[in-house]
């Protein structure tokens, strides 16, 4: 195993007494330090009964799994559940213990001292964004789906393991919700850089969330692993062709953020503000409409000259709710925010919610065009380049038939 892969997997499979055909089939795949490899495919493939085989939750029946080096088989089942962070849907949470308690469990049972728990707990409740103070000590049912969600993210991460597992972790919420929490953890990963292995069968969540992903088919068989860039433009049969779906051009909208495209401005007004001078500033810029924000500069509405009437002395309530994305969003994320509000432009906003700048229908058109362009190259570079060698369940290519290709 070389120094950059945390994870092997090396002809594994799972076979289950009174079943004739294994769960899992001889499944072989490395997963490099600090990536995300999302694990998708059909309900009832194996892609959690794989994952759970890396931390022993299931006992494999064959084959070797190696853990930053180390056989897990040649480990103690709990000592290595300790050291691998697992989070699943709801969050898991224990009902009756309070966020601290479920945060703090895993160093509790490392032996740290209390104070070193403590401090543990709130630094990773600010880490997913809950004030300490305010939810330590409350108990699971008083908190929302994505609260939960984020403390069961911060109690896998309260030992700092190396590697953590994530199973459906954000499938019980709502889309909203959803988006917010894949945008915060992909923030959270950019500045811890541990080794995932995520499932899901939403193929959009793989796409954002994953740096390379495994489209499994019966029996975990790989029929494909590769980053999402190549998964969506060269699909490897037309069984992940389909399972990718149609529209794969639109999904290419999910391998882009918010901030990697350029933003426009607009004309910002207090909500406070008379109507008269929303006309007056309408007219001397030029607008199709102004930005209302409160006193921390959090937007609030677009508003236009049909949205005032004569005689109106007030703007509370008036105009359009606006739409508002995150700079980590993706741009389809940017898309779906703009179909919902019903007009062509996304508000972005920093983490607290303030104006930063705005995404319009027109920037998302240049991107996509961009995107296209590239796509043109790369294609126009592939048919000139010389023939491609087959790929192994790692990414990597085939040394026999490098070996024959420097040959000719």
Request: charged share 30%; glycine share 8%.
């Amino acid at each position: 195993m070389t120094d950059d892969v945390m994870i092997s997997l090396e002809n594994v499979s799972k076979r289950y007494r009174g079943q004739k055909a294994p769960a899992v089939e001889n499944v072989s795949m490395t997963i490099r330090r600090g990536e995300i490899v999302v694990l998708v495919g059909p309900s009832g493939c194996g892609k959690t009964t794989t994952m759970k085989m890396i931390n022993r939750l299931i006992e494999p029946s064959s084959g070797r799994i190696c853990v930053d080096g180390a056989d897990v088989t040649s480990l103690d089942g709990t000592e290595l559940r300790r050291r691998i962070g697992y989070v699943i849907q709801q969050g898991g949470l224990f009902p009756h213990m309070s966020v601290a308690t479920n945060v703090g469990m895993v160093p509790k049972m490392l032996g740290w001292s209390r104070r070193r728990i403590d401090e543990r707990v709130d630094e990773l409740l600010h880490l997913v964004g809950l004030e300490p103070g305010q939810y330590r000590n409350r108990l699971p049912r008083q908190l929302s789906g994505g609260q939960q969600q984020r403390v069961g993210v911060a109690r896998a991460l309260a030992a700092d393991p190396p590697v953590m597992l994530m199973d459906e972790p954000f499938g019980a919420t709502d889309p909203l919700t959803r988006d917010r929490l894949q945008n915060e953890f992909l923030r959270l990963q950019e500045k811890l850089q541990k080794t995932i292995v995520f499932v899901t069968h939403d193929f959009d969540e793989a796409i954002k969330m994953g740096t390379r992903i495994a489209v499994l088919g019966e029996r975990s068989r790989i029929r494909q692993f590769d980053t999402p860039e190549r998964l969506l433009a060269e699909p490897a049969d037309k069984t992940v062709g389909q399972f990718i779906g149609a529209g794969a051009a639109l999904k290419q909208l999910n391998l882009r953020r918010v901030d990697a495209v350029e933003w426009n401005e607009a004309e910002l007004m207090h909500r406070d503000e008379s109507p008269t001078a929303v006309l007056r500033r309408l007219d001397e810029s030029g607008a199709w409409a102004v930005l209302t924000v409160d006193s921390e500069r959090r937007p609030l509405r677009w508003v236009g000259p049909r949205d005032l009437e004569p005689g109106q002395t007030s703007l509370d309530g008036v105009g359009i709710p606006v739409a508002v994305v995150e700079p980590r969003a993706t741009l389809q994320d940017a898309l779906d925010a703009m179909l919902g509000a019903g007009c062509g432009a996304s508000v972005v906003v920093d983490d607290d919610g303030r104006y930063r700048g705005v995404l319009d229908i027109e920037s998302l058109m240049r991107a996509i065009r961009d995107m296209r362009e590239v796509e043109r190259d790369r294609d126009r570079g592939m048919a000139e380049a010389p023939p491609r060698l087959p790929r192994q369940s790692d990414g990597s290519r085939d040394s026999a038939s490098v070996r024959t290709l420097e040959s000719r």
